[in-house]
């Protein structure tokens, strides 16, 4: 008796019943059933993955170690293109089968690796086999860069957008999450890294639903061109289409850009804003952040004994939350013999200190409210002279996707250029349109609806006077503020800040 093993991979698509694992099965069993002197040992399949490469096929691999232990003598599949379209896996496989003696049979292609001439035989299929891929794989690319060019959307959803049927639309609570990100890191200056510990320390969840959010991907999102209604598409590029391998696209191919693709989170000036701010911090190497300007404290708390300055390190609890501790220089290098001073300073006791001596200012705050958020609005109504959501700007920009149109059916007519592209240009002409006739009616509306420099006016009062009393944390305003906090023996410390005389004494 020989037992038999069959392997086949199995379609997911819905209307490809005859390659459904069902029909599959049931081929093989009459098939096996058929000759007396074989037994069915096992069925092995895997669904929907592609056939050029064996590395993610698991029951492939399953059905190669049951075979090293010898569970059967010959393996049935319908054909060489189901068993792997890789001429080299096809070869070294059936190598190393024919080896330990286990034959395999691809019963449409009438072949068997027993046979004399079948390494021959398989050799000349899984050549076609590969050159169909290879054909197949470049249609592919070839339909998916037609579909970007028209503006379709390949990728997932993320936070403030989800993607379906190749559109993005808005997710509201996601948005206004990515909005206060861009808010805190363009506009109020706070880094990426204080900015992941606010959004922790508020409960906000990250997109996949975590509690803990890091620079890395708060970085992630201020990098995301799709937050202002742009859409680049092709960021990676699979260079082998035997491997699948996807790689980082560095140039090696063009990409697809499309500005005003979609509704935008973010205005275009903020969004302007969060790249010349991570810009300039690249070429300062802080890569979002800075490390000796990194904090409100770094540099500013001193030793009052020795006058080092005090060093910060992460301090992880028994509940697993994080804290930051701040201890004198000269005792981190040298010990209780280079400063006894002993003294630990954690960064939320400090920034409460702050906040402390912020609110028993003695300043006529509603004054420097009023000076501050005049000049801010100064600032904003300067850099929109001429801006990018003016309606005139918006109309002129229309009328030229007008006579792009026109220009790429002039070619066409001129031959300069295939029917196929000229469809693919008027399309994407026709997308970059409709986005800019949605902004030019939200330019209108918020025009008629009189979004002025006054209503500006009041929401920076509002956001400056939650500043001062402590309610929001801006890390600006805070390293600004700060001159100074020393630690002195016997638990005593003193705050300074800025240009103002005031001593400001703390004990604990």
């Known amino acids: 008796m020989i037992y038999v093993a069959a392997y086949c991979r199995v379609s997911t698509e819905k209307d490809d019943q005859a390659n459904s694992f069902a029909a599959q099965q049931q081929y093989f069993r009459t098939y096996i059933e058929g000759n007396p002197d074989w037994a069915l040992y096992a069925i092995y399949a895997d669904e929907g993955i592609s056939g050029t490469s064996t590395r993610k096929r698991v029951q492939f691999h399953r059905m190669m170690e049951d075979a090293l232990q010898g569970k059967f003598q010959l393996i049935l599949t319908k054909e060489v293109s189901r068993f792997s379209r890789n001429i080299v896996d096809t070869l070294s496989y059936t190598r190393e089968l024919k080896r330990i003696g286990v034959a395999v049979e691809f019963v449409t292609d009438h072949i068997n690796t027993m046979d004399g001439d079948g390494e021959l035989r398989l050799s000349i299929m899984a050549t076609m086999a590969q050159d169909e891929s290879r054909k197949t794989s470049r249609r592919v690319v070839w339909g998916q860069t037609r579909r970007m060019e028209q503006g379709v959307v390949f990728g997932r959803s993320l936070l403030g957008y989800e993607v379906k049927d190749g559109s993005l639309t808005i997710e509201p609570e996601g948005a206004e999450l990515v909005r206060l990100i861009f808010q805190k890191y363009a506009v109020e200056q706070m880094s990426a890294a204080a900015l992941a510990r606010f959004l922790t320390r508020a409960g906000y969840r990250t997109y996949r639903g975590g509690s803990q959010w890091k620079a890395a991907a708060i970085l992630k999102i201020l990098h995301n061109e799709k937050y202002v209604g742009d859409l680049v598409q092709k960021k990676t590029y699979t260079p082998d289409y035997l491997t699948h391998e996807k790689r980082r696209n560095s140039g090696q191919v063009p990409q697809i850009r499309i500005e005003n693709h979609h509704t935008p989170i973010i205005s275009r000036e903020v969004w302007n804003l969060a790249q010349a701010r991570m810009q300039q911090n690249n070429k300062h190497g802080s890569g979002g952040g800075g490390h000796s300007n990194r904090y409100v404290f770094s540099g500013k708390i001193k030793c009052g004994q020795c006058g080092a300055s005090f060093v910060g390190r992460v301090k992880t609890l028994r509940d697993g939350s994080r804290v930051r501790r701040w201890s004198c220089g000269t005792a981190v290098r040298a010990g209780s013999a280079g ?79 295939t029917r196929e592209d000229m469809l693919a240009l008027k399309q994407r002409y026709e997308a970059q349109a409709e986005a800019l006739e949605l902004r030019l009616r939200q330019a209108e509306a918020r025009q008629q609806q009189g979004y002025t420099a006054r209503q500006r006016k009041e929401a920076l009062w509002a956001e400056l006077a939650a500043i001062l009393d402590g309610r929001t944390e801006s890390e600006v305003f805070s390293k600004t503020l700060l001159h100074s906090l020393t630690v002195f023996p016997g638990r005593r410390l003193e705050l300074r800040l800025n240009n103002l005389p005031q001593v400001f004494h703390f004990s604990g």
Do not use: S
Request: charged share 30%.
């Open 339 to 417: 400063c006894g001073i002993g003294r630990l300073v954690r960064d939320d006791d400090a920034m409460q200190m702050l906040h402390t001596a912020v609110r028993n200012l003695r300043l006529d705050v509603q004054g420097v409210i009023g000076n501050v958020a005049a000049l801010a609005l100064d600032a904003i109504l300067e850099g929109e002279t001429g801006a990018a959501d003016a309606p005139e700007r918006l109309a002129y920009e229309l009328e030229r996707l007008g006579q792009k149109r026109g220009a790429a059916l002039d070619r066409y007519m001129a031959g300069d250029i």
